[in-house]
């Protein structure tokens, strides 16, 4: 089946992106990268490259290497702003006879529209190699203040492309189906848009699914690449005034301050400061020279403040032409790679008096939405199979009243889940099955949902037999849940209809309950845990005195025996730490039944060493009570 | 009325189960299609997992490289600096172990597939006439494009940036 893609055909990048499973992704380009440079050009050999390859080699050939392309799309050569990028852009600008704009590469002429093509056929060809299928559809994006003319050049080179333009959407438009806004019923949703080179702000109204532009401003020479040069400049600045040295003048040192500048304003969003170290940026007569500057989160801020402000009038204008107010907006998205400065952020949340949405990877929101918008177009977006979720977590009460959880809570069903439990005391007749509902640690607090018995289970030591307790939920919310003994094939089971389920507020409830709960809740399961540990120990002691208690010398037998009595009378107690003492006394101690047993062979080897072959049952017995020793004293030393 | 609306269903239910039939075959393809794609995807992932923290460390293999381009005369041979030799080509064997290859660039044809221009100066057309800095692949995929200046054509002069290319065909 030929697949359906939303691209995002960007000023400097450009994305690709398709509906998986029934979420948006973002498709990476051949070369792996997830964005695509707008860049076309013909190679000196008359190659024709597009993408990676033709921003790497534009140095050498910047006649042949054509970007910023969305520029001239649908634009008269004598519009002011053709005319204004005409001065800025290093490739040759012609006038068509139509009045259109033509660019010139590899001594051809070719038309917006042709060069938008071939970024959209690379765009294709990686989408159809990753997706394993033929991509003939797409819904392709335009900025919000795209005219008529503007509108239908991206739609042509989608059709020169080989491309069938299902829909062209507006960028803004495309974010708020990203943050999936759809779903809502009416907003008024303000989209902040701060690329690389351009600043859009787009006020929009929804209702009822649909989306209104009602106004739009922005500032199309605004971007990150404003905010790297503030930096850059200020670092030569810093170094001309250690050094002496202007590395302006050094074009590749320039090229590495550029990128530390890049790096070091991305790190800014997360960090406080950063360090911009830069060895053997340049040398002069007494030697190399290293830069190493130091950057605070505020003095980038006080150095890019002012295009920040820049992009405040835009919105003003924007809200002013929609004739509403920043408290009548009732979302604000914020798009672009430079959002995630901090600064911006505080400065778009000061002036819209709210907390801008960010969820959503700020680079890739439009691809993504325009993705959407192509499943829900192809009905990719299915309505016939809503698939439901478990509100509440589903498991089993296990002992000292834990909850064991089978089924964790928003699993999708129908799901089905087993696990094998055991007895807890020696020759256990019977295991009860106690199903239960809810986020708490402790059995007790969650809700019952019904329980059985499982009878019938052979006489055995606690641990030895295996009950495999299997939960089912069908699509229709019905759980079944069936204990069968694995030695016996003996099996009981239990159907919880729906109908004993709970209603929203009673989930909610108990979500609220669990949260609120939480530290009580671990306390008590410590609590449980610790004495679990305990009284397994007392069990292990036992039983290998029971079976060696022979070879133990009195003393250290009598030792053991009141270390027992020690952990048994700690756990009629409620302190958890003091249990945890016992036991852990109670471990070293028995640790000592092993050396004393081993000792006692003739010829017994150093410690450490290996046991002589025929040391029997005398010698195995310790041996295989000593890992378990040693697995609970793990676990309480973890804890 | 329980019979007449199990009449309707019936009646209306063959298109109704064509239609089910057909969601539930393009659900479990999509499934199956998915299943691949995470597959390849996790693999593809584990694979490239070191890709950004060796980005980073590539860094400081450039600064080292830089140091010993400038290493004096009078340092050369002293022991202390056949120590941090040692150390340098320890850390380029790390990332060697790791499946990080060098990128040829001096002397080759500049192809943008591997190498990135970042100037032009004398030298034979279309040629790289110097490495600004070295490109890395990583499992054979380019992590790193070699940064190089590309020849224009004009016979080599003796210009300003002669001798530094020079010493930079000593140093690599």
């Known amino acids: ?639 | 009325m329980e019979e007449d609306r199990q009449e309707t269903t019936a009646e209306s239910g063959a298109p109704d189960a064509q239609r089910y039939m057909d969601n539930w075959r393009r659900a479990e393809a999509d499934f199956e299609n998915f299943k691949k794609r995470v597959e390849l995807d996790r693999a593809e992932s584990a694979r490239f997992a070191s890709t950004a923290i060796i980005l980073n460390i590539l860094p400081v293999l450039d600064d080292l490289d830089r140091a010993f381009k400038s290493l004096p005369e009078k340092l050369a041979h002293l022991t202390w600096t056949d120590g941090m030799r040692l150390i340098h080509r320890k850390l380029q064997a790390t990332l060697e172990a790791q499946g990080v290859t060098e990128i040829k660039a001096l002397g080759e044809d500049f192809d943008p597939s591997i190498h990135e221009a970042v100037g032009q100066a004398a030298g034979e057309d279309g040629k790289i006439v110097e490495e600004a800095q070295r490109g890395y692949r990583l499992h054979g995929r380019v992590i790193r494009p070699a940064f190089v200046i590309v020849g224009n054509g004009s016979p080599p002069e003796k210009n300003e940036t002669e001798p530094r290319t020079r010493s930079d065909d000593a140093g690599g």
């Open chain 1, 1 to 639: 089946m030929a697949r359906t893609v939303g691209i995002d055909l960007g000023t400097t990048f450009s994305l690709v992106a398709a509906m998986q499973g029934g979420d948006p992704v973002i498709i990476p380009t051949s070369e792996g990268e997830r964005l695509l440079p707008s860049v076309v050009a013909v190679s000196k050999t008359g190659e024709r490259l597009v993408g990676w390859l033709a921003k790497r080699q534009g140095v050498t050939n910047p006649e042949n290497t054509i970007y910023s392309i969305k520029r001239l799309m649908g634009r008269k050569f004598k519009d002011s702003t053709v005319q204004f990028d005409l001065k800025r852009l290093p490739y040759k600008i012609t006038e068509a006879p139509n009045g259109d704009c033509r660019v010139v590469m590899g001594g051809k002429e070719y038309s917006p529209p042709e060069i938008s093509a071939m970024i959209l056929q690379k765009l294709k060809t990686d989408a159809e190699a990753y997706l394993g299928e033929k991509v003939t559809d797409a819904v392709i994006t335009v900025p919000a203040y795209f005219n008529d003319s503007q509108r239908q050049a991206t739609k042509d080179a989608g059709a020169i492309a080989g491309l069938n333009v299902i829909r062209i959407i507006n960028e803004p438009t495309a974010s708020s189906l990203a943050y999936g806004l759809d779903k809502k019923k009416e907003a008024i949703v303000a989209v902040y848009d701060l690329g690389g080179g351009t600043f859009d702000i787009s006020v929009l109204e929804m209702g009822e699914g649909t989306f209104q532009v009602k106004s739009t401003s922005g500032d199309t020479h605004l971007g990150g690449d404003d905010f790297d040069q503030r930096i850059t400049d200020w670092l030569c600045d810093e170094f001309k005034k250690q050094s002496g040295i202007d590395l302006r003048q050094d074009r590749m040192a320039l090229q590495r301050v550029r990128d530390a500048a890049e790096k070091a304003k991305r790190e800014l969003s997360t960090l406080q400061q950063t360090e911009i170290s830069l060895p053997y940026i340049t040398a002069d007569a007494s030697g190399p020279k290293h830069m190493n500057i130091m950057l605070s989160r505020p003095k980038m801020e006080q150095l890019v403040m002012e295009l920040v402000d820049k992009s405040i009038g835009p919105c003003r204008q924007a809200l002013q032409d929609a004739g509403l107010t920043p408290a009548q907006i009732s979302e604000v998205l914020l798009v672009g790679g430079q959002t995630r400065t901090p600064l911006v952020q505080a400065k778009v949340a000061e002036f819209f008096a709210q907390e801008p949405k960010k969820t959503v990877n700020p680079d890739e929101a439009v691809a993504l939405g325009a993705a959407i918008q192509g499943g829900v177009l192809k009905g990719e977006v299915r309505e016939v199979l809503l698939l439901d979720v478990t509100p509440l977590t589903l498991g089993i009460e296990t002992l000292g009243g834990v909850a064991t959880s089978l089924i964790p809570r928003n699993t999708t069903i129908p799901t089905s889940k087993s696990q094998v439990f055991s007895t807890a005391a020696d020759s256990q007749p019977s295991v009860e099955v106690h199903v239960i509902q809810g986020e708490r640690p402790m059995a007790g607090d969650n809700k019952t949902l019904g329980r059985f018995v499982l009878d019938g289970i052979l006489p055995a030591p606690r641990g030895m037999p295996q009950i495999e307790v299997a939960f089912d939920i069908d699509a229709n919310g019905i759980l079944s849940v069936s204990a069968k003994d694995k030695g016996t094939g003996r099996e009981q089971k239990i159907t919880i209809t729906a109908s004993s389920g709970l209603s929203k507020d009673e989930v909610e409830k108990m979500t609220r309950d669990a949260e609120a709960h939480a530290a009580d809740d671990t306390k008590k399961k410590e609590e449980i845990e610790a004495r679990n540990t305990a009284d397994n120990l007392i069990y292990q002691a036992e039983k290998v005195m029971r079976e060696h208690g022979d070879k133990v010398p009195a003393d250290l037998k009598q030792q053991i025996e009141g270390k027992i009595a020690a952990v048994r009378s700690a756990m009629q107690g409620q302190d958890t730490a003091y249990i945890r003492r016992t036991v852990q006394d109670l471990t070293e101690t028995m640790q000592k039944i092993g050396a004393s047993v081993y000792q006692q062979q003739p010829g017994a080897p150093p410690p450490g060493g290996q046991a002589p072959p025929g040391t029997g049952a005398g010698g195995e017995g310790p041996g295989k009570g000593k890992p378990d020793e040693g697995t609970v004293e793990g676990e309480f030393r973890e804890v």
